[in-house]
């Protein structure tokens, strides 16, 4: 079958709605190629939803500051944490005895973004025909959205790792920390290339200021 | 014919070229606003107004023709333009005119017989029918006298079982309400206000601040001895350092927390009443650096239609808020120049005018509105009362010269609003960022759009279910058996 067939485009759909067959043949019966190109699809239309939600989402639900939006600090905003999450979510399971593959991993989480995408993409247009009453239809179907997402994480990393639920939910809650340390890590480690180039930028002007 | 044509031209380029003139005129005039002045966004940043207020002269005792002030402490104004300065170094009341000339001395009084003064008195009040009432600190009594500066009746050594046996009345400010109640401002009372009846008889108290415990200190005391914690901090109330009373006879109060709301406004029963709807609670600077912390407000004058203004003792100025609590305008700082301050302890609205009293320089420096600040002063007077047509007017003469005042905008959309423009006040409101009424013309917006297309989207909706169906029977009539074939292809 050729990936581009609407195949490709049907099993996202049928993933989020059936996610334990989902992402079953997510793992053992698609190919590899298929699943990454529908990754990072999701992942650009992420950064696309969020990006226009800021800028075109209604007055009533969105009070933003022109001057702090940055349409590639939103790219990051969406890339870091899926990045943090898989990386610190595999180095976990590889030592839990988890089955999944990076790769597995990766498409598994951004499968499980898609309800983000498709709950709230309209929401940005209907935003703008709401009163501030209804804006709790928004909020609901935000955090509908959220949830689903969780659930389809959860679901996914189950299935990738062929985890029992409860060592599913130590290990996200493990992840979560992880992240965390990650972060830690990665500031600290700026923070001291920060002071190699200071030195070395020091002692370069000292050379040069002596001769 | 041809002259009067060319006449007509002459005099519409007059007109014209006047006009460009007037324009030409205007943006100079509010090109000077200079950046002294301030107002803060919704996001919290400051951004530069044009100066609402300027100093125009600053009066000293000699000036006045009535010897220096020493140490002066309140002034207050009587609605015929009165100035009451009390000079508490010299322990006398000096009255000026309009023309901030001396036209009365009060240092003594009559009291039974023998003639009384005061001792440092603090707290000055004046009633509309220009009954005095001093805060005599130093004697411990709140002395009031009539128009003709007879004593009425002196308030001292107040008794009640609210108060304790070794109680010492230090009263240092004093306001009176329409029904001669009198309430008091005295040292060393955490309570609130000290309310006296019209007899001179103690009350209650009104209006207490609120105790705010330190969670480090509280850790502390939960492992010290009862030794130990008798020598530590107590968690009071904090004491008010200033109050005012408007024409309903609201108390409006400040003090010197630096935390919580530093502005009080108080009903009969002591509860706060503020309405605080603006894009940030009024507590004077919203913006200030760790070392020069926030304001101290060291005195508050509420003025007609709910505006109120309260003085930074910190820095020297006066922010100046409407009844919503929006900030209008700021003025004022320290140092040398005119309309610089070296310690202002009271501020006065005498009309549109602002007096401010400098205790150490012993001098009044008059304050008065620009273009801009007489423009927004009465804008706002006009929104309160409710003449939205006025206020409308004003206040888009108020963005005119300053596009950065974001509360305008919502004073412009209501009056569209009321219009019936509800487009044109949806964009107002979103400039102000009022939510709330944004999404009352929204609202309204939308059911005018809808009435109006209804008819039309709903004819086309059933048009094109009609033609749907039409299509389907006639599919079905004409080609059903090569439908048929195609699905059994696809299968």
Redesign the interface.
Known sequence: MSPWSSELFKYPFHLIVRPYNGFWDLKYERSRRANLIVSFAVLILMVVTNVMSSQYSGFLVNLYNPQDMNSLMEIVYVAVPVLFWCVANWSLTTLMDGEGKFVEIFTSTCFALIPLIVINFPWIWLSNVISLQETSFYYFSNSFAALWSLYLLFVGNMTVHQFTPAKTIATMLLTVAAMGFMAFLCLLFLSLVQEIVAFVSTIYQEIVLRN | MSNKLRHARIRLLAVLSMLLSVGAGGTLAYADGGSESYNYSF?GDTVPAPAAYEATVSIAGEGAGAGPFKDPSDLHVTPDGRIYVLDSGNNRIVVLNRQFKEVETIDAFDNGGSEDAFLNPQGLFVTEQGQILVADTGNKRVVHLDQNRKLVKIVDSPESELLQADFDFQPVRVVVDKAQRLYVMAVGVFDGFMEFNANGEFTTFIGANRVRVDPVELFWKRFSTRAQRSRMVMFTPTEFTNMDINEEGFIYATNGDAWGDTIKKLNAQGNDILRRTGYFSPRGEVRYTNEEGPSRLVDIDVADSEIYSVLDAKRGRIYTYNGDGHFMYVFGGLGNRLGEFNTPVAIERVRDDFLVLDKALGEITVFRTTEYGRTLNEAVRAYYRGDEEKAFELFQKTINMNANLEFAYAGIGKALLRQGDYAEAMKYF?RS?D??N??KA??LY?KEVLREYFPSIMTGIVVLLVVAFAWRKYRKAKGGKRNVSVEQRVV
């Open positions: 996001w979103k960022m939510q709330a944004y999404s929204f609202l939308r």
